[in-house]
């Protein structure tokens, strides 16, 4: 007889937030909000002030984002759009699995 394999016990997903996710990587960065906000273009033009007022509700979780403020963010801090999408499908009730997110294929765009 076989003795049983041994059990391992699985992986939990750290608990993170699409907000702290970007507030992870703009401190990374080594920014604050004024520079990421100094970094930002708005139609119609928005003051500094705002878009620091933004990114605070933003990091908060209090501001969803949106596909054009993770593309905006994408450019500004260079975050992970797998990865933010990742945590906005948990954020919206969502199970996506996290390898199916972190190993899905990307697209090569030329530029």
């Known amino acids: 007889m076989n003795a049983p ?3 391992i016990p699985p ?6 937030t699409p907000g702290t996710y970007v507030r992870i990587r703009r401190e990374a960065l080594g920014l604050s909000r004024e520079d990421v906000a100094m970094m930002l273009d708005s139609v119609p033009a928005v003051s500094a002030r705002r878009l620091v007022e933004w990114l605070e509700l933003i990091e908060s979780d ?3 984002i949106s596909v054009c403020v993770a593309l905006a963010l994408h450019d500004a801090i260079a975050i992970d759009l797998r990865i933010l999408a990742y945590w906005m499908a948990i954020a ?4 996506p ?3 199916d997110v972190l190993f899905a294929p990307t697209l090569n765009v030329a530029a």
């Open 92 to 95: 919206e009730g969502a199970k």
């Open 5 to 7: 394999a041994a059990q």
């Open 11 to 16: 992986i939990d997903v750290p608990t993170l």
């Open 97 to 99: 699995s996290l390898v």
């Open 62 to 64: 209090a501001a969803e």
